[in-house]
């Protein structure tokens, strides 16, 4: 994964087009990266998968998740769903389904990540990027309409990026800085890639064990203590047996757990 990020060009998925923006409500359609994603997954569909995925988006006029997976949508291309999760209000085109109209998962349905999808209390850890509103900004003296909503875009996003964390969702969530970079930068040298890679890598080595005891910990505190590694939980409160959490962390911190 860290070698094809690195040497994928994200420019080739702009296609910007003022036609694109005044009649289908995104500047770029969409169909160069889903025809990539395709290739690369060899035109799997979910029922061809080995492990199940869920790929979550929102419809815009109801604002409740659309969930695609193998029980759902067995027959769908993966990189159908995930263009319907990408649909970034006005850098994308809108795509219906059905009769949804999809954008990106995560802006009105973030609490849809959190559910239990593996069903068996296995814990659920989200990533967010977080970028510096002041950072690497243009200072080019005209704009030209693309490039204006490009900013505007980038504004939406990273406020995006650094809204408030509900306090139930604290303990499983892994805040991880970008020094900067938007999500809609196209232009990523090589080296600034490699460079964000490593920054998530070693914010995860370090944070992950330290959230996952946290979360344990509050999980414990809500629960009766019947059996210490596994336990009939309250309504809410995931099950899961300890040794399964172990095979989550690093083996240097293993002894951190109870």
Not at 48 to 55: G, N
Not at 132 to 153: H, I, K, V
Not at 211 to 222: G, P, R, T, V, Y
Not at 234 to 258: D, N, T
């Amino acid at each position: 994964m860290k070698d094809l990020a690195s040497g994928v060009d994200f420019r080739q998925f702009r296609d910007f087009s003022l036609y694109q923006l005044f009649f289908h409500g995104g500047l770029s359609s969409g169909d160069g990266f889903e025809r990539w994603m395709d290739e690369r997954l060899e035109g799997a569909c979910f029922e061809d998968l080995r492990l199940d995925l869920h790929v979550i988006a929102t419809d815009v006029r109801t604002g409740a998740p659309v969930i695609f997976d193998r029980a759902s949508h067995p027959r769908m291309p993966v990189s159908q769903s995930i263009r319907y999760s990408i649909g970034i209000p006005l850098l994308f085109a809108y795509r219906e389904h059905d009769h949804d109209l999809m954008i990106d998962g995560s802006i009105l349905s973030e609490d849809a990540l959190r559910r239990d999808w593996a069903k068996d209390g296995t814990p659920i850890c989200c990533f967010r990027l977080r970028a510096n509103p002041d950072a690497g900004q243009s200072r080019a003296r005209r704009w030209l309409l693309p490039d204006y909503l490009q900013l505007l875009m980038r504004a939406f996003m990273t406020s995006l990026s650094r809204e408030f964390i509900q306090d139930a969702f604290w303990n499983s969530t892994i805040v991880i800085e970008t020094n900067g970079v938007s999500p809609l930068e196209f232009r990523l040298t090589p080296e600034t890639k490699l460079k964000l890679f490593q920054q998530g890598y070693d914010t995860t080595l370090k944070i992950f064990p330290i959230k996952i005891h946290s979360f344990l910990q509050n999980a414990d505190s809500e629960r009766p203590a019947i059996h210490p590694a596994l336990g009939p939980a309250k309504a809410g409160v995931p099950r899961w047996p300890a040794s399964r959490v172990r095979r989550l962390q690093p083996a240097s911190r293993r002894q951190a757990l109870p």
